[in-house]
C-alpha cells in the first residue's frame, strides 16, 4: 500500500482543531513535496525526518516521489509537532508499518536528527479537545506524546495517553506479532511545595493600602496604588498572591493550558497561582497577546493569577489601551487575516504608579519639584477610560523612618487568606461567582443595599460626575466589604469605604 494516514492536531488559540496527515509514495523522480499552508519550521520536518529514519536504522525511501498533505489545507500549522505523525506515515506507506494500527492513535513530536521524541508546545489543548470528543459515534483514540509533553496532557482526566522517548518505542509499538512493546502510560508528576510567599507581615504600617489589598483578593478587584517611591508599593502588590486562596482543579488546567502554549508550564508548579510582572517597555502584543500564528500575552498567561503592572504611565499608550477590553470581558480576541484565536483573559490587575514625573507630590518628606503642567501631563498618560475600569485606588503615602522603625509588625498574611477565603465562599454561595465578575443585569439581584445606602450613592455619584461603569464597580467593591462583614446587606458604612477606596489621582 502506497497511502497511509495519520491523525494529529494543530493549534489555533486554546483550540486542537484535528489534522490528518497523509503520505503518498509514487514511482517517479525522487522529492518530498510538503503542503497544506505549512509554515517554515514544519516545512522543515522533511530534513529531520530522513535524518531520524536514518539514524534509527529504519529505511527511507529514497527512490520514491514523496508527497504529504496535512488536511484541512487552508489551516494554518507551525511547530515540529508533525514530525511523528509523517515519521509514521512514510514507514506505513512503505510497509514497514500497519496502517490499520495507526488509525485509533493521535500522534505529535518533534523529532531531533538522532530520532529522539522532543516536547511540544500546547500539549494540555491537544488533550483536552481529545476529552472533548468530535460528533457523536466518533472513535475515541488514543493520544501518543513525548514523555514531557504527555506529563503535562496527564492531568487532563479520561484521557487513553501514551508517551514515548524515542521513534523506535513506536515504531515497535506499531509492529504486530512478537515485536509489539506496549507504550507506558505517563503519570503526572507530583506537584512540588509551593515556595514560601512574601507575607504582608513584612510591610510595616500602610493600613489604608493593606485594608484595599484584602478587599481586593476578597472581590478579585482590580487595584491600582499611587505613591512616592520606596513607599511599599510594590511589596504590597507582590504579597496580593499570598492572600488569594488555592486554585480548583478546573481553574489549574485553565491556566496551565494557556501556559502550555507558550511553553512556560512547569508540571511541578500544578495548581499554583501565577503572577506576571511585565517590564514596562512591554507592547501591546507582549500584553495582550498577538503575531502569526497569534500568542498568547501577558494578560492571559496571568490567567486566574495576578498581573503587575509596575510603573504604570511607563508602560506605551496604545499597550494600555488595548488592556481595556479584555479586562472588562475576562478574554482576548486576536484578528488576523487569515485565522482568528481567543484566549482567556480573566486575571487580577494590580498596577503601582508615581504621583508624578518626580514622584514626591503629596510627600510630607519632601517636596514636589513638578510644574501643575508636568503633573497633568504625567498623569494624563492613563486615559479615563482605562482608570474607570480599576475599582480600588489607593494613596500609599511616605513614612518617616523614626515612625517605620517603630511600627508594630501587620497582621500576617495567613489571617487574612482566611477572610479572603470566607468571603468568596459567600460570594460562590450566593452568585456563583467573585462579585468583580457580576454582570450589570444582576447587580440589583445580588448586591442588594439598605435604602439609606442606595440614597447615599446615589448622591455621591451624582456629586463625583460617575459614569455608569464606575457606579457599579463601587457597588461591587461595597458587596465585598459587606462579605468580609459578613452582612447580608450592603450598608452605608460600605459604600462610604468603597468611595473612599476609589480617589483620584493627587493633584486631580
Request: hydrophobic residues 45%.
Amino acid at each position: 500500500m502506497s497511502l497511509a494516514i495519520v491523525h494529529s492536531r494543530a493549534l489555533l488559540g486554546l483550540q486542537a482543531p484535528e489534522v490528518t496527515v497523509e503520505v503518498h509514495l509514487a514511482n517517479g523522480l525522487p522529492s518530498f513535496t510538503l503542503v497544506g499552508l505549512a509554515d517554515t519550521e514544519v516545512k522543515e520536518s522533511r530534513e529531520r525526518v530522513r535524518a531520524a529514519l536514518h539514524n534509527s536504522g529504519l529505511e527511507f525511501p529514497h527512490n520514491k516521489r514523496i508527497t504529504v498533505n496535512l488536511a484541512p489545507a487552508d489551516l494554518p500549522k507551525e511547530g515540529g509537532r508533525f514530525d511523528l505523525p509523517i515519521a509514521l506515515g512514510i514507514l506505513a506507506a512503505a510497509g514497514h508499518i500497519d496502517p490499520a494500527a495507526l488509525e485509533t492513535l493521535e500522534l505529535a513530536g518533534e523529532l531531533s536528527l538522532a530520532g529522539d521524541l522532543r516536547p511540544v508546545r500546547g500539549a494540555l489543548a491537544m488533550a483536552l479537545a481529545l476529552q472533548r470528543g468530535g460528533p457523536r459515534g466518533a472513535v475515541r483514540r488514543t493520544l501518543v506524546l513525548p514523555r514531557a509533553s504527555a506529563e503535562e496532557a496527564a492531568r487532563v482526566p479520561g484521557l487513553d495517553l501514551r508517551c514515548a522517548d524515542h521513534l523506535m518505542e513506536v515504531v515497535h509499538a506499531l509492529q504486530p506479532g512478537e515485536g509489539c512493546v506496549p507504550l507506558h502510560a505517563p503519570q503526572p508528576p507530583p506537584g512540588r511545595p509551593a515556595p514560601p510567599l512574601p507575607d504582608l507581615r513584612d510591610v510595616r504600617g500602610q493600613a489604608v493600602a493593606k485594608r484595599a489589598l484584602e478587599i481586593a483578593a476578597a472581590g478579585k478587584h482590580s487595584l491600582l496604588l499611587v505613591g512616592p517611591p520606596g513607599t511599599g508599593k510594590s511589596m504590597l502588590a507582590q504579597r496580593l498572591i499570598g492572600l488569594l486562596p488555592p486554585l480548583e482543579e478546573t481553574q489549574a488546567l485553565e491556566s496551565a493550558a494557556v501556559l502550555s502554549l507558550a511553553g512556560r508550564f512547569d508540571p511541578g508548579a500544578w495548581s499554583q497561582r501565577v503572577l506576571r510582572a511585565p517590564h514596562h517597555s512591554a507592547s501591546s502584543v507582549a500584553l495582550v497577546g498577538g503575531g502569526s500564528p497569534p500568542r498568547p500575552g501577558e494578560i492571559s498567561l496571568a490567567h486566574h493569577g495576578v498581573l503587575f503592572l509596575d510603573e504604570l504611565p511607563e508602560f506605551p499608550r496604545a499597550a494600555l489601551e488595548a488592556l481595556r477590553e479584555p479586562l472588562e470581558n475576562g478574554r482576548i480576541t486576536i484578528s488576523r487575516a487569515a485565522q482568528q484565536a481567543e484566549f482567556p483573559a480573566r486575571c487580577q490587575l494590580v498596577a503601582a504608579m508615581n504621583p508624578c514625573p518626580c514622584g514626591m507630590l503629596g510627600s510630607t518628606m519632601r517636596a514636589c519639584r513638578c510644574t501643575p503642567e508636568a503633573v497633568a501631563r504625567y498623569q494624563n498618560r492613563l486615559s479615563g477610560p482605562l482608570l474607570d475600569r480599576i475599582d480600588l485606588r489607593v494613596e500609599v503615602l511616605a513614612i518617616a523612618p523614626e515612625e517605620l522603625s517603630s511600627a508594630p509588625d501587620g497582621e500576617p498574611s495567613g489571617s487574612i487568606a482566611a477572610r479572603v477565603v470566607a468571603a468568596r465562599q459567600r460570594q460562590q454561595a450566593r452568585q456563583g461567582v467573585c462579585n468583580a465578575e457580576l454582570e450589570a443585569g444582576v447587580l440589583a439581584e445580588h448586591c442588594r443595599a439598605q435604602s439609606a445606602a442606595t440614597h447615599f450613592l446615589n448622591t455621591a455619584a451624582a456629586r463625583l460626575g460617575w459614569s455608569g461603569r464606575s457606579l457599579h464597580r463601587v457597588m461591587r467593591v461595597a458587596r465585598t466589604i459587606a462579605d468580609l462583614a459578613g452582612a447580608a446587606d450592603t450598608e452605608i458604612g460600605h459604600i462610604a469605604e468603597a468611595i473612599q477606596l476609589r480617589r483620584a489621582l493627587p493633584g486631580r
